[in-house]
């Protein structure tokens, strides 16, 4: 499968410099075919210097004016050198701007779907950015009528505008008012809708149980996913380095994805690459029931004798979730039929359902428990409380200990996967030393 590479394309040269250092304006007022007009020379961050000129004033005292309002927007950073289209801010903001940040593949993917097929379709490409006021976003963004397309829209716009303005390319930011606008309409909307689904506790039994049996490849992922809560991606990022067992926690530091550049597209590890957590919110520890724990150091076991005794497999250290050959798992549509298949074996039905809704079902296990949103959101790995409910709690005592309020799920899970499997009883005289000890 060869690599599609990521093609820039051409942007306009002036929006890599709109940067204004210095300024010096001509004395007088300037005679121009009969009217007046007001000229000076902008200086920018790179050395180049511009010769600007504002005429067809009627008059000495109208130039005047328009001088003093020039000085004031130069002096207070609101003026604006260039006009660009949306079309050429875009391109370069996603392209260039973004790119330059490294931020994950999936993002730029997402990113790009909202600007060329949504945005850019909305609003047409060659209205001038700096024409774009709050009502135009708002319009844009309430004919979204997918709630994961809006939310990457709230980070598009967001984002994006906000650059713009600190590039000197917008004098008024109009995102904030429409992001906040669109939001408060979409919560009051939300609460009269139906939440989505999420497992019951003997459907999530029943889930595991066969999971276990059918697609035993999937096991651990999905047993680590379930009782933790954390992103697909999360756990098949995990290492056993990242596995705390005294305290019986994980620490969340990375996640299995694709790099912008696609690394590692040669060796077919173009989507197992280490890359950063989805936000600076997700990296944190979450703890770990005492008897998903004894499957991680089980699974250390097979792995280690696997690599020893058996010439097929071939070991990749130091990942916690691989495959069957010994390879890091990676998020591909084996996963998702997988689950498919076990939610069919459990009369569940499959398009009912996908992956992260283990993780909504873990969030609702939560949020029955904890009265304080913030600390959902936390365990969760999410940037605001909004991405974890529609009402912002901020009068709640933290809860700094979760484990006991996990124990009674935890245990009812564990009662009934190995209700019917004894054989793999956890022998703590066959682990070492060595993996025990503190990491």
């Not at 209700?419 to 030393?433: P, Q, T």
């Amino acid at each position: 499968m060869k690599y599609k590479q990521i093609v820039k394309p051409e942007i306009n040269p002036l929006i890599l410099n709109t940067t204004i250092e210095n300024w010096e304006f001509r004395p007088s007022i300037t005679s121009v075919r009969g009217k007046y007009g007001v000229r000076f020379e902008l200086t920018f961050s790179n050395g180049l210097k511009k010769q600007k000129q504002v005429g067809g004033f009627k008059t000495k005292k109208e130039a005047n004016r328009a001088k003093e309002e020039i000085l004031y927007q130069l002096s207070t950073g609101t003026y604006i050198p260039y006009r660009f289209t949306l079309q050429e801010f875009y391109d370069y903001w996603l392209y260039y701007y973004m790119l330059d940040k490294k931020i994950a593949y999936s993002t730029f993917v997402n990113y790009r779907n909202v600007i060329y097929n949504h945005l850019l379709k909305s609003i047409s490409p060659r209205t001038y950015i700096t024409n774009i006021e709050s009502s135009d976003l708002i319009k844009f963004m309430d004919s979204i009528a997918s709630n994961p397309l809006r939310c990457n829209a709230y980070a598009v716009i967001s984002s994006s505008f906000k650059t713009a303005k600190e590039l000197n390319i917008i004098a008024q930011n109009p995102a904030p008012y429409a992001v906040q606008t669109i939001r408060s309409k979409m919560r009051q909307k939300k609460r009269t809708e139906t939440k989505r689904k999420t497992f019951s506790l003997q459907q999530l039994q029943n889930i595991l149980l066969t999971c276990k049996k059918e697609e035993p490849n999937y096991y651990l992922l999905m047993l680590i996913c379930a009782t933790t809560g954390v992103r697909i991606s999360e756990a098949l990022g995990l290492q056993f380095e990242n596995v705390d067992f005294p305290n019986r926690q994980l620490h969340i530091i990375w996640q299995k994805g694709r790099t912008i550049y696609g690394d590692g597209w040669e060796s077919q590890m173009a989507t197992s690459q280490l890359i950063q957590t989805k936000t600076y919110s997700s990296v944190r520890n979450v703890e770990i029931p005492q008897f998903v724990l004894d499957e991680i150091i089980l699974a250390k076991n097979k792995y280690d004798y696997l690599n020893q005794n058996d010439v097929n497999f071939h070991y990749t250290p130091d990942f916690v979730v691989v495959n069957s050959n010994g390879r890091p798992l990676s998020r591909d549509s084996k996963i998702s039929h997988a689950f498919k298949h076990v939610l069919e074996l459990c009369d569940i039905n499959p398009d009912d359902y996908c992956w992260h809704d283990l993780r909504h079902t873990y969030a609702t296990l939560l949020k029955k428990n904890i009265n304080n949103l913030k600390v959902i959101s936390k365990l969760l790995g999410h940037s605001t409380v909004d991405m974890t409910e529609d009402v912002y709690i901020d009068d709640q005592r933290d809860i700094i200990d979760t484990s006991s309020i996990m124990t009674k799920y935890a245990d009812s899970l564990y009662d009934k996967i190995h209700m019917s499997d004894k054989s793999e009883e956890l022998d703590m005289s066959k682990i070492s030393d060595a993996f025990l000890r503190i990491r």
